[in-house]
């Protein structure tokens, strides 16, 4: 079975399932703000991330197109990331949801203080 035909029960699966990986969207906005970005100054600016799920997130960002990565044949190599035109046209969605968050945080946190 193709991975296509995994998600036929909800096209917006993929992208849905970027909201479970904590990662995955901060390092998307890190490298809308600062792009083109290097991988370590990415790690160097996203607090307690490992190089490891970094890694994989990137991975993943770039395996559906939301990020373009760029080997350049320097000495040492280096690699550059990206957001792609695909990638930026979801930067406003994921900016409304920042947004709305930053809006709502006080009463979010109230709600949950006050639930315990």
Not at 10 to 28: G, Q, R, Y
Not at 33 to 43: D, I, S, W
């Amino acid at each position: 079975m193709s991975k296509k035909l995994d998600y036929e029960y909800c096209k917006a699966a993929p992208v849905l399932e970027w909201f479970s990986n904590k990662w995955m969207l901060v390092v998307l906005m890190k490298i809308a703000e600062n792009e083109p970005v290097r991988f370590n100054e990415l790690y160097r600016n996203i607090p307690s991330v490992s190089e490891k799920v970094l890694s994989q997130v990137l991975r993943q960002l770039t395996a559906d197109g939301i990020v373009r990565r760029e080997l350049f044949p320097d000495v040492p190599p280096r690699t550059e990331y990206s957001v792609t035109a695909l990638g930026k046209t979801l930067l406003p969605h994921v900016e409304a949801i920042i947004k709305w968050g930053q809006e709502n945080f006080d009463q979010i946190i109230s709600n949950r203080e006050n639930s315990q």
